[in-house]
Nanobody, 114 residues
Framework: QVQLVESGGGLVQAGGSLRLSCAAS????????MGWYRQAPGKQRELVAD???????NYADSVKGRFTISRDNAKTTVYLQMNSLKPEDTAVYYC????????WGQGTQVTVSS
């Protein structure tokens, strides 16, 4: 089992920035993928960005050039730096870990006002 604890959501004006963090603990496999997904009201959950344990990143087209995903040297914490935020970025953001287990965080609300 892998537990994920997210932090860093909040309310920000359009054009502002936020940084999300997700700390993983438990039975972490050395080869894994961690990422961020989001779900807006009435919409399906979608991938925002993910990063492999080898450092390969992948972004949704809608956030390329604005968001940056990274992870710490211990590879147990993943970050999402969100710049130039837009009202359409408003959603609940979920952290996900995929190794032997597939685990989700509880979600953190990001609200971008216009």
């Amino acid at each position: 089992q892998v537990q994920l604890v997210e932090s860093g959501g909040g309310l920000v004006q359009a054009g502002g920035s936020l940084r999300l963090s997700c700390a993983a603990s438990g039975s972490i496999f050395s080869i894994n993928v961690m990422g961020w997904y989001r779900q807006a009201p009435g919409k399906q959950r979608e991938l925002v960005a993910d990063i492999t344990s080898g450092g390969i990143t992948n972004y949704a087209d809608s956030v390329k050039g604005r968001f940056t995903i990274s992870r710490d040297n211990a590879k147990t914490t993943v970050y999402l730096q969100m710049n130039s935020l837009k009202p359409e970025d408003t959603a609940v953001y979920y952290c996900r870990y995929r190794g032997y287990a597939d685990s989700w965080g509880q979600g953190t609300q990001v609200t971008v006002s216009s």
